[in-house]
């Protein structure tokens, strides 16, 4: 199972970025996508995420500025960032969780580096 994301790099305070994930797995009639970040000496936290009904969630932080979209046809979990902020700064990572009855298969990506300066 592979999760590949790209799309990280430098950007100013108040620009936007969209970092894009492509998985190769199966995905089960239960699943979420979704984003996480973890900042330098910090753990990995929820960004956002998108199931298999198209049901968003963000984490608080976010909320009015990042935006999770799927393309099913594709496989890909996309994450479009506005107004992004310093503390914005962290490696992402994409997720994909699995669920079947009370199973959890989670897998992820290598993370990609999100840097926000001036």
């Known amino acids: 199972v592979q999760l590949q994301a790209s799309g990280g790099g430098l950007v100013q305070p108040g620009g936007s970025l969209k970092v894009s994930c492509e998985t190769s797995a199966t995905l089960f009639q239960i699943h979420i996508l979704g984003w996480y970040r973890q900042a330098e000496g910090e753990v990995r936290k929820l960004v956002a995420t998108?199931?298999?009904?198209?049901?968003?969630v963000y984490a608080d932080s976010v909320k009015g500025r990042f935006t999770i979209s799927r393309d099913n046809a594709k496989n890909t979990v996309d994450l479009q960032m506005n107004n992004l902020k310093p503390e914005d700064t962290a490696v992402y990572y994409c997720?994909?969780?699995?669920?079947?009855?009370?199973?959890?298969?989670?897998?992820w990506g290598q993370g990609t580096l999100v840097t926000v300066s001036s």
């Open positions: 997720n994909l969780e699995n669920r079947l009855g009370s199973r959890r298969y989670n897998y």
């Open positions: 998108v199931d298999n009904s198209g049901s968003t």
